[in-house]
Nanobody, 123 residues
Framework: QVQLVESGGGMVQAGGSLRLSCAAS????????MGWFRQTLGKERELVAA????????AYADSVKGRFTISGDNAKNTVYLGMNSLKPEDTAVYYC????????????????WGQGTQVTVSS
C-alpha cells in the first residue's frame, strides 16, 4: 500500500513562491507517473503537473506553464512542485497522486492519493 504525504503548503502573497513536497512510503514504490492536482470548493479536481518517474518527462496545465515546475527525486521517493509568481487564483488544496500503471500520457488515472495541503495566495 502506497502512502503519499504532502507538505509545504501555506499562505503567501501574490507574486510569491512556494515549494510543495510529496513523500511516498510503502513497499517498493515504483510508479509510472506522478501528478500534482488542485481543487477548490465547488470545482473539479484539476491536474496541474505530471512527471514520468523514470525519464523526467513533464506536462503542465496551461494555467501554470512557465510558473510551476514539477520534479522528482527517485532516491528519496519524493516529488516536488515549485510554484513561482503565484496568483490568487492558484489558491486551492493541492494533492499529489501516483499512477502505477502508466496507461496514458499525460496520465488520466491515478491509484494513490495524498491527503492534500492548502495553498492560499492573497492579493
Amino acid at each position: 500500500q502506497v502512502q503519499l504525504v504532502e507538505s509545504g503548503g501555506g499562505m503567501v502573497q501574490a507574486g510569491g513562491s512556494l515549494r510543495l513536497s510529496c513523500a511516498a512510503s510503502g513497499r517498493t514504490f515504483s510508479p509510472k507517473n506522478m501528478g500534482w492536482f488542485r481543487q477548490t470548493l465547488g470545482k473539479e479536481r484539476e491536474l496541474v503537473a505530471a512527471i514520468t518517474w523514470r525519464g523526467g518527462f513533464t506536462a503542465y496545465a496551461d494555467s501554470v506553464k512557465g510558473r510551476f515546475t514539477i520534479s522528482g527525486d527517485n532516491a528519496k521517493n519524493t516529488v516536488y512542485l515549485g510554484m513561482n509568481s503565484l496568483k490568487p487564483e492558484d489558491t486551492a488544496v493541492y494533492y499529489c497522486a501516483a499512477d502505477m500503471t502508466g496507461r496514458t500520457w499525460p496520465p488520466t488515472s491515478f491509484d494513490s492519493w495524498g491527503q492534500g495541503t492548502q495553498v492560499t495566495v492573497s492579493s
